[in-house]
C-alpha cells in the first residue's frame, strides 16, 4: 500500500471519528452552547474530510459559512435567547425508541447496498475539488445552476423578513 | 330528414339550457309560466315528431350520425356519435312521446310552484340525457346518459328539498344507482380490454365470432347488475318507493315510463351477449320472480296511493326480466312499451287525485287512500282513465296490458318442455304475480274512485284542468290499442306481430320459444291468463264494493302472518340497515376513530387537540406532532428500502 | 458549455427569465409603495411568461445551458400549465388577504418565483436542476404557510412544513447523490444512456431510485409521506393553498414522470420492484385519501385529504409508461382548475376560522346561488361525474392504466372514487338539499377578480368535460415532439 493511502486512511477515520462524535455530541449535550460548540467540531471534521479528498475550496467555504457565519449566528442566538441547561433526565419513550430503531435499520439498509460498491482504488489526482475548475465550472456548464441558485435565496431571504418583521398590517 | 336528427338530442339540452338558465337569469322569463312551459314541451315535442318521422321512413338500414369526436386516445376513438336504428327509435318514440304527454300535464300540476321554471329545465336535462342513452352507439355516450338520468333523478326527487325526507329519498337512490354504476363501469373496462373497442356493435359481432367466449357471463353479469340499480331489481329496488317523494309527474316519467326501463333497454341492446350466457340468463329469471312477486305482495298492502303504484312499477319491471331472462327481448320491450303507457296514465291520474285532494285543504295526507273513496262522482275523466289503465295493466283482455303480459307468460312456459324446471316455477310465480296485480290495482281503484266518501264532506274536490285530463285520455287510449302492435303468435303464426317483425333485424329471440309452441299450449296459456285476470278483478270489485274500507281486514285476515311482513316491506329497509349499514358503521367508525386518534394525525378535523392545548404547552405538543409525522415518514422508507433491497 | 450558443439558450428559457424579472420588480414596486399593480402585475406577468412559452416556445426538444434545462418537446406545454395555476390564484389572492387586513405584498413576488421554481424543476435536464428547481418551489410555499404570523394555525403550518419539507429533500439529494455515485453525471440524457449501469448495480439503483422517490412522493402528498398536508393546508390562506395543493404537485409530477421515463423505473423488466413500490403507494394512497376525506367535517381537511386521493390517481397513471403520461399531464391540467376553484370559493366564503366547517355550508344553495352551483361544479368534477372535466382526466387515467394491464389496480381505483363520490355530494346535498331556519351564515362577497376567476374555471371545466381534444390534441402533439422521452421509452 502507498503512503499516500496510508496517510488518507488515516485522515479518514480520524476525521470520520471526531465528526461523528461532534453530532452525537450535538444530540446529547443538555447545555446549548456546548451542542453548538460539538456542533462546530463536526463542520470542521467535515471540512477536513473535504480537505483529504483534495477539494480545497469546498474545505474552505465548509469553514467559512458554517463554522464562521452560521455558527456565530447560532451563538448569539442562544446568548440573546439565554437559554438555560434543559431540565429532566433522558427519557426513554416508546416514540424515541421507534426512532432509534428506524435510524438503525436505515443505516444498515445502506451499508447493506453500498458495501463492495465504493472500494474503488483512489487512483488519479482530484483535480475538480480546486478554486480554478470549480469557478470555471459555475461560470460554464453550470452557470445557469449558479444564477438560479440566488433565487432561492431571495425567497428565503424574503422568507425571513415576513417571519421577523414586527408589523404584518403594512399600508396598502 | 337525416339532417334533422341531430335535434333530437340537442333540442332537449337547448331546451334545459333556455329554461334553466332563463330562469335563473331572468325573473320575468320566470314568472311567464306559460312560455316556459311551452319551450320546454315543443323541445321534447319537436324531437318526437322527427322521431315518429324517422321512424315511418326507416329503410332498415341503421343511421349513424357522429356528432363530434369526443376523446380520442391511441387507437381508441370515442366520439358522441348514435345509431338510429329499429330498438333505439322504438325507444326514442316512447320516451318523447310519453315525455312530451307528461310536459303537457306538468303544465297544470306545477302551476303555482316557485321552481317551475327550474322543473322543466331538469325534465329536460332529463330527455337529453335518456336519448343521448337510448341514441348512443357506444358504451361512453351510453354512460353519459346513464349518469344523467341518474342525476335528474337525483335531483328531481329532492325537488322539493324543504322536507328533509325527501332530500334523504334522494340520496337513497344516488347510492344505489352509483352501486350499479359501478359494475357497469367494471363491464366497460372488460369489454375494452376485451375487443379494444366500446362500441356496442363491435361488442355483439364479438359474441358472434365467439372471441369472447366465456366472459361473455362476467359482462353479462356486470351489466345485469348495473340494470338491478337503475331497474329497480333485488336486492337494489329499495330506492324505487322512496323517490315517489318526487313531484308526481316525474314519478310517472322518471320512474315509471322511462329511466327505470333503461336497463330492459341496455340488455335488449346487448342481446346477442346475454343469450350467450345461459347462467346469467338463469339468475336473470330468478332474481325477476323474486321481484315481481314480493313487490307485488307489498303493494297490496299499502294505502299510499304513490306507493302502490311504485311497487307495482318494481313488479312491472320484474315482469320485463323475467321475459329478458327467458330470450324473449321483443316481449321484453312489447311490456316496457304497453307498461309506458298505462303507468304513466295511472301515476299522471294519481297526480291529478292527489291534486284535488291538496285542494280542499281538508286532509291530511292527500296521498292515503282510506281518506278517499267515491271521487268518481267528482273527478269523471280521472277516474275513467284511471280504470281502463288498470284493467289493462291487470291483463284483462283486449287491452294492452294482456298482450304483452301475455307474451311474457308463453316464453316463460314454453323456454323448456320438462315439467318441473326452473323456468316452470318462474312461469307459475308470473301467474301468481299477475292475479296479485289484478287485485292490488283493483283494490287501489276501488278504494280510490268508487264506494263512499271517505273525507271530510265540506269541501268537494274538482276535476283537474284539461291540460292534465288530455295527456291522461291519450295515455289511456294507448293503453286500450296499444297491444295491437303485438298480436300473439296463435294468430296467423305471428304475422301479425308487427313488433316482432320491427325488432327482428337487431334483436334475435331464443328460438326455443318458437319451437316449443303448440296450439294448444297457446289457447291453454291465453285462456288461463284471461280468466284469472277477470276473476281476480271481479273478485276483488265485489270485496271492495261490499264492504268498502273494511274489506282490507278480511285480506289481512287471508293472508294471515304474511300481511305483517307485507305491510313492513317485507322489512327490506331494516335488514339492510342491520346487516349493512349499522355493522359497517359501527366497526367502521370504531377502526376509524382508533385510526384518526392514533394513526393518522392523532388531530381530525380542525386539529382540534392541537388547538384546544395550544396555550399551555404549543411547542412540547407541536414537536411531539412533528415526531409522529417524521416517523411515520421513516418508517415508509425504511420499509420501501427494506423491499427494494431484499424483496 | 458553448459561448456561441448563450444567446440562442436564453431565447429558448425566455419565459423564465420573464418571471424572473416580473418577480424582482415586484419586490422593487413594493419598496417604492406602488402598491395596487403588484397583484396585475404578477397576474398579467406569469400569463405573458406562459403564453410565450407556449406560442413562441421551440416546436422541437432541445436540452440548453449545458443540458441543464429542456426547452421544446413537452415543456412549453408544461410551463404554461404552470403559469395558469399562478395566474388563476393570483385572482383570488388579494381579495382574501385584504379580508384577512393582511397586505403583504412580498406574497406576489414569492408566487411568481414559486411558480418559477416550478418550471425549473418540471424543465429540468439535470437532477441538479430538479433540486434546485424544488427547493425554489419550496422555500416560497413555507413561507405561504406561515404567512399569518398571528395566527397559531399558520405558524404550525409554516413550521411543519419547512422541518419535514427539509427532511423529505434529505432524502431526494441523498438519492440524487447516489445516483451521480454510480454513474458520474445528473444529466438526465446522459443517464438514459447509462441505463445498463445503472441495472448493472440493481441493489444501488434502486435504492438510489426509491430515495428519489421518497422526495417526490412528500411533495405529492402520497401515503406514508402524506401526513403533512391537512395541517398546512389548514394553516396555509386558502387560496395559496389551492395553489400548494396544484402548482407544486403539477411540478413533482411532472418532473417525477420524466425522470421514470429517463431511467425507465417502471420498465415492464422483469423483477421490476420499483414498479411494485409506485403500484403499491398508488393504490394506499387512494383508498387513505379517500377514506379519510369521508370522515373529515371541515372543507379545508376534506379538499386536503381528496387532494391526497388525487394524488393516488395520478400514481396510478405514472405506473403506466408513456401513455399514462400523457394522461397525468391532462389530469393535473383539470385537477388544478378544480382544485384552485374550489379553494378559491372556500376563501371567498372564509371571514370566521369556523366557515370552513361543512355544516356552515348548509343552505347555500339558496342564499347564493351562484356561489354554490360553482361549488357544486368544481365538487361533481372531483368527484368525477361526466361529462364535467374531471370525469374525462380519471378516464384517460384508468384508461392508461388498463392499457398497461394494471386492471386490478384500476378497479381499485375506480371503487375508491365512487368512495369518494359520497364526500363531495355530502357538501352539494347540505348546500342545496337541506335548509335550516336562518339561511347560511356565511357571506360570499363578490369582488370582480375572484368572481371572473370562478367564472373563467367554470366554464373551463365544463368545456374541457365536452371537448377534452383541446387540451388531449396539443399535450399528444407535444409528447411526440418529445424525442427525449420518446426515444427513452422505445424498447
Redesign the interface.
Known amino acids: 500500500m502507498e503512503a499516500a493511502t496510508t496517510i488518507q486512511t488515516v485522515l479518514f477515520w480520524t476525521f470520520s471519528v471526531l465528526g461523528l462524535a461532534g453530532a452525537v455530541g450535538l444530540l446529547f449535550n443538555r447545555n446549548a452552547v456546548y451542542a453548538a460548540l460539538s456542533l462546530v467540531l463536526n463542520f470542521f471534521s467535515i471540512a477536513g474530510l473535504y480537505l483529504s479528498l483534495g477539494a480545497e475550496f469546498l474545505a474552505a467555504v465548509q469553514i467559512l459559512v458554517y463554522a464562521g457565519a452560521i455558527m456565530v449566528l447560532f451563538l448569539f442566538v442562544i446568548m440573546l435567547l439565554n437559554m438555560q441547561e434543559e431540565k429532566g433526565v433522558f427519557t426513554f419513550d416508546i ?1 424515541r425508541g ?2 432509534f430503531i ?2 438503525f ?2 443505516v444498515a ?2 451499508m ?3 458495501k463492495g ?2 472500494n474503488h482504488e483512489a487512483g488519479g489526482e482530484f483535480t475538480y475539488g480546486k478554486v480554478e475548475p470549480i469557478g470555471r465550472a459555475l461560470l ?6 449558479f444564477e ?2 440566488s ?2 435565496l ?3 431571504l ?2 425571513a ?3 421577523a418583521r414586527r408589523h ?5 | 330528414m337525416e339532417a334533422l336528427l341531430p335535434l333530437v338530442i340537442l333540442l332537449p339540452l337547448l331546451g334545459s339550457a333556455l329554461v334553466g338558465l332563463g330562469g335563473f337569469l331572468a325573473p320575468g322569463f320566470r314568472k311567464n309560466e306559460s312560455l316556459v312551459g311551452l319551450i320546454a314541451t315543443a323541445m321534447v315535442a319537436i324531437p318526437f315528431f322527427i322521431i315518429a318521422a324517422a321512424f315511418f321512413q326507416f329503410d332498415g338500414t341503421p343511421i349513424q350520425i357522429s356528432l363530434f369526436s369526443w376523446m380520442q386516445a391511441g387507437d381508441l376513438n370515442i366520439s358522441f356519435s348514435y345509431e338510429i336504428d329499429q330498438l333505439s327509435l322504438l325507444m326514442g318514440m316512447i320516451v318523447t312521446g310519453v315525455g312530451s304527454l307528461i310536459h303537457i300535464y306538468s303544465i297544470g300540476y306545477m302551476h303555482g310552484d316557485g321552481g317551475y321554471y327550474k322543473f322543466f329545465g331538469y325534465l329536460n336535462l332529463f330527455i337529453f340525457a335518456m336519448n343521448n342513452l337510448i341514441f348512443g352507439d357506444n358504451f361512453v355516450v351510453m354512460f353519459l346518459g346513464w349518469e344523467g338520468v341518474g342525476l335528474c333523478s337525483y335531483l328531481l326527487i329532492g325537488f322539493w328539498y324543504k322536507d328533509m325526507p325527501k332530500a334523504i329519498a334522494a340520496q337513497k337512490a344516488f347510492i344505489a344507482n352509483r352501486i350499479g354504476d359501478f359494475a357497469m363501469i367494471i363491464a366497460m373496462i372488460m369489454v375494452f380490454n376485451l375487443i379494444g373497442s366500446l362500441n356496442f356493435s363491435d361488442l355483439n359481432a364479438a359474441v358472434a365470432d365467439g372471441s369472447l367466449g366465456d366472459n361473455a357471463m362476467w359482462i353479462s353479469l356486470l351489466i345485469f347488475i348495473a340494470a338491478t340499480g337503475k331497474s329497480a331489481q333485488i336486492p337494489l329496488f329499495v330506492w324505487l318507493p322512496d323517490a315517489m317523494a318526487g313531484p308526481t309527474p316525474v314519478s310517472a316519467l322518471i320512474h315509471a315510463a322511462t329511466m327505470v326501463t333503461s336497463g330492459i333497454y341496455l340488455v335488449a341492446r346487448l342481446n346477442p351477449v346475454f343469450s350467450a350466457s345461459p347462467e346469467v340468463m338463469t339468475i336473470i329469471v330468478i332474481v325477476a320472480a323474486l321481484t315481481a312477486v314480493v313487490a307485488a305482495l307489498i303493494a297490496i298492502a299499502q294505502n299510499d296511493i304513490k306507493k302502490v303504484l311504485a311497487y307495482s312499477t318494481v313488479s312491472q319491471l320484474g315482469f320485463m326480466f323475467m321475459a329478458l331472462g327467458a330470450g324473449a327481448y321483443t316481449a321484453a320491450i312489447f311490456h316496457v312499451m304497453t307498461h309506458a303507457f298505462f303507468k304513466a296514465c295511472l301515476f299522471l291520474g294519481s297526480g291529478s287525485v292527489i291534486h284535488a285532494m291538496e285542494h280542499m285543504h281538508t286532509v291530511e295526507d292527500p296521498q292515503d287512500i282510506r281518506t278517499m273513496g267515491g271521487l268518481r262522482k267528482y273527478m269523471p275523466a280521472t277516474s275513467t282513465t284511471f280504470w281502463i289503465s288498470t284493467l289493462a295493466i291487470s291483463g284483462i283482455i283486449p287491452l294492452a296490458g294482456f298482450f304483452s303480459k301475455d307474451e311474457i307468460l308463453t316464453s316463460l312456459f314454453l323456454f323448456d318442455e320438462s315439467a318441473f324446471s326452473i323456468y316452470k316455477i318462474v312461469w307459475f310465480v308470473a301467474t301468481l304475480t299477475a292475479v296479485l296485480t289484478a287485485v292490488y290495482m283493483t283494490r287501489l281503484t276501488m278504494l280510490t274512485f268508487e264506494g263512499k266518501e271517505r273525507f271530510p264532506d265540506t269541501k268537494h274536490p274538482h276535476e283537474s284542468p284539461a291540460s292534465m285530463t288530455i295527456p291522461l285520455w291519450i295515455l289511456a287510449a294507448l293503453a286500450v290499442v296499444g297491444g295491437f302492435l303485438g298480436l300473439p303468435y296463435l294468430i296467423g303464426h305471428g304475422e301479425f306481430h308487427l313488433l316482432n317483425h320491427w325488432l327482428e333485424p337487431v334483436i334475435t329471440n331464443n328460438p326455443a320459444i318458437e319451437e316449443n309452441a303448440s296450439f294448444g299450449k297457446e289457447i291453454f296459456l291465453i285462456l288461463l291468463s284471461t280468466l284469472l285476470a277477470i276473476g281476480a278483478v271481479f273478485f276483488t270489485r265485489n270485496l271492495y264494493r261490499k264492504h268498502g274500507l273494511a274489506a282490507d281486514a278480511k285480506v289481512k285476515k287471508a293472508f294471515g302472518g304474511l300481511f305483517r311482513v307485507m305491510e313492513g316491506k317485507f322489512f327490506l329497509d331494516e335488514l339492510y340497515n342491520a346487516i349493512l349499514i349499522k355493522p359497517f358503521m359501527s366497526i367502521g367508525n370504531r377502526a376509524l376513530s382508533w385510526f384518526d386518534n392514533n394513526i393518522v394525525d392523532g388531530a381530525v378535523n380542525g386539529s382540534g387537540t392541537v388547538v384546544a392545548n395550544i396555550g399551555e404547552s404549543f411547542r412540547k405538543l407541536q414537536s ?1 406532532l412533528i ?2 409525522y ?2 411515520i415518514i ?2 415508509g ?2 420499509a420501501m ?2 423491499y427494494l ?1 431484499f424483496g | ?1 458553448d ?1 456561441h450558443l448563450l444567446g440562442s439558450d436564453t431565447l429558448a428559457i425566455a419565459p423564465l427569465l420573464l418571471l ?1 424579472g416580473v ?1 424582482l420588480l415586484i ?1 422593487l414596486l413594493d419598496s417604492f409603495r406602488v ?2 399593480s403588484i397583484p396585475w402585475l404578477a397576474g398579467l406577468g406569469m400569463l405573458s411568461a406562459g403564453a410565450w412559452a407556449w406560442l413562441a416556445g421551440p416546436s422541437q426538444s432541445q436540452v440548453v ?2 443540458g ?2 429542456e426547452a421544446g418537446g413537452i415543456s412549453p406545454l408544461v410551463t404554461l400549465f404552470l403559469c395558469l395555476a399562478g395566474v388563476f390564484t393570483v385572482l383570488f389572492v388579494p381579495d382574501y388577504l ?1 379580508r384577512h ?6 406574497v406576489y ?2 408566487l411568481v ?2 411558480v ?2 416550478m418550471v ?1 424543476m418540471a424543465n429540468a435536464h ?1 437532477l ?2 430538479t433540486f ?2 424544488l ?2 418551489m419550496s ?2 410555499l ?2 405561504f404557510a ?5 395566527d397559531t394555525r399558520s405558524n404550525e403550518a ?1 413550521l411543519k412544513y419547512f422541518l419535514l419539507g427539509s427532511f423529505a429533500s434529505a432524502f431526494l439529494l441523498f438519492g440524487i447523490a447516489l445516483v451521480y ?1 454510480i454513474t458520474g453525471t445528473l444529466d438526465l440524457g446522459e443517464l438514459s444512456t447509462k441505463i445498463t449501469l445503472l441495472q448493472e ?1 440493481k ?2 439503483f434502486y ?1 438510489a431510485s426509491g430515495l428519489m422517490l421518497v422526495g417526490f412522493l412528500f411533495k405529492v402528498a402520497a401515503f406514508p409521506f402524506h401526513n403533512w398536508t391537512p395541517d398546512v393546508y389548514q394553516g396555509t390562506p386558502t387560496p395559496l393553498a389551492g395553489f400548494m395543493a396544484t402548482g407544486s404537485k403539477m411540478a413533482a409530477f411532472v418532473s417525477l414522470g420524466i425522470i421514470i421515463e429517463k431511467l425507465e423505473l417502471v420498465s415492464p423488466a422483469v423483477d421490476n420492484r420499483l414498479a411494485t413500490v409506485l403500484a403499491l403507494t398508488a393504490f394506499l394512497t387512494m383508498v387513505y385519501g379517500n377514506l379519510v376525506a369521508a370522515r373529515q367535517t371541515n372543507l379545508k381537511r376534506m379538499l386536503a385529504y381528496s387532494s391526497i386521493a388525487h394524488s393516488g390517481y395520478v400514481l396510478l397513471g405514472l405506473c403506466a409508461p408513456v401513455f399514462g403520461f400523457q394522461a397525468i399531464l391532462f389530469y393535473m391540467f383539470i385537477y388544478t382548475l378544480m382544485n384552485i376553484g374550489a379553494f378559491g370559493l372556500l376563501g371567498m366564503a372564509e371571514q370566521r376560522m369556523e366557515d370552513t366547517d361543512i355544516e356552515s355550508w348548509k343552505g347555500l344553495g339558496k342564499s347564493s346561488p351562484y356561489m354554490a352551483g360553482a361549488m357544486a361544479v368544481f365538487l361533481f368534477s372531483l368527484a368525477g361525474i361526466p361529462p364535467l372535466a374531471g370525469f374525462m382526466s380519471k378516464y384517460q387515467v384508468f384508461l392508461s392504466a388498463i392499457r398497461e394491464d394494471l386492471v386490478v389496480l384500476a378497479t381499485i381505483g375506480i371503487l375508491t372514487s365512487v368512495v369518494g363520490a359520497f364526500y363531495y355530494l355530502r357538501v352539494i346535498f347540505l348546500m342545496f338539499f337541506q335548509t335550516t331556519e336562518q339561511p347560511s351564515t356565511l357571506n360570499l362577497r363578490q369582488k370582480m377578480a375572484p368572481a371572473t376567476g370562478i367564472a373563467v374555471l367554470v366554464l373551463l371545466i365544463i368545456l374541457l368535460g365536452v371537448f377534452p381534444s383541446l387540451i388531449l390534441d396539443p399535450i399528444r402533439a407535444a409528447f411526440s415532439s418529445d424525442l427525449v422521452i420518446e426515444m427513452a421509452s422505445q424498447p
Open positions: 416514540r421507534a426512532a428506524l435510524g435499520a436505515f439498509e445502506m447493506v447496498v453500498l460498491f465504493w460554464t456548464d453550470y452557470l445557469f445552476p438560479m441558485i433565487i432561492v431571495i425567497a428565503a424574503i422568507g423578513i415576513l417571519v404584518t398590517h403594512q399600508e396598502g | 411531539g415526531s409522529n417524521l416517523l421513516t418508517t422508507v425504511v428500502l427494506g433491497i | 458549455m459561448l424572473l418577480g419586490m402598491h395596487a445551458f449545458s441543464m434545462m385584504a387586513d393582511n397586505k403583504v405584498n412580498d413576488a414569492l418565483f414559486a418559477l421554481g425549473l439535470n441538479l436542476m434546485i428547481g427547493e425554489t422555500m416560497c413555507y413561507i406561515a404567512l399569518f404570523k398571528t409554516g455515485g448495480n441493489a444501488l435504492v
